[in-house]
């Protein structure tokens, strides 16, 4: 016994002191930081769809790293209304109410139109202020050089229906603004060519 001692006695001292290195080690290490579950996106997901079970997954994320208004539970069925990248947690300002105008004061109304340049577009997303610009008309009916006019100004985006893709061309895209009455008669009456400045975000059940 003293000779199989004498003989693993080094191979043996080497594994004890590797055994206290790991436990000292796991002694210092800072423990994990905590972790919540979020719902983020499983796919690319455009604005103006239908979540259904397969378009979200759970995931855990270090409590630092959660956005504020993060969706836990409870998306499915509920409208996106601004595009969602995959892997984005997803938040309570991408989600219209079952109602697009839930929030808003009565006599708001959703008001779809139509920007002639779809890349500004895709600069949008749900909660953003714009005002929305109409070209100058000439007394022909033709574009002209003048400067633009003002038709609604600092109204809410609800929802930028085709997502980050949006339309090509002469088509434009379309997008739905929370506005009054008299600005979607405006807006109706304002011509083809609209065009939008965006003022930043705001809540958007601050409309007036």
């Not at 199989?4 to 080094?10: D, G, I, S």
């Not at 996106?80 to 929030?103: F, K």
């Amino acid at each position: 016994m003293n000779a199989w001692l004498a003989r693993f006695r080094r191979p043996l001292a080497a594994a004890f002191a590797a055994a206290a290195s790991g436990f000292a080690l796991l002694t210092l290490r800072p423990p994990a930081a905590p972790t919540v579950p979020v719902l983020v996106a499983a796919r690319d997901l455009p604005g103006g769809v239908t979540l259904h079970g397969g378009d979200l997954r759970s995931a855990a994320l270090p409590a630092a790293a959660v956005p504020d208004g993060a969706v836990r539970s409870g998306a499915t069925g509920r409208l996106l209304s601004g595009p969602l990248r995959r892997g984005e947690a997803l938040t309570d300002v991408r989600l219209a109410g079952r109602d697009l105008l839930d929030g808003y004061r009565p006599g708001t109304v959703a008001t779809p139109v139509r920007i002639a340049d779809a890349g500004a577009v895709r600069l949008l997303h749900s909660g953003d202020r714009v005002d929305v610009l109409a070209a100058a008309d000439s007394p022909e009916g033709m574009i002209s050089p003048g400067p633009a006019r003002a038709v609604a100004q600092g109204v809410p985006v609800l929802a930028v229906p085709g997502g980050t893709s949006g339309a090509v061309g002469d088509q434009g895209a379309l997008i739905v603004l929370a506005t009054s009455r008299d600005q979607a008669a405006a807006l109706a009456g304002a011509g083809a060519r609209l065009s939008v400045t965006i003022n930043g975000n705001q809540d958007r059940r601050t409309f007036p």
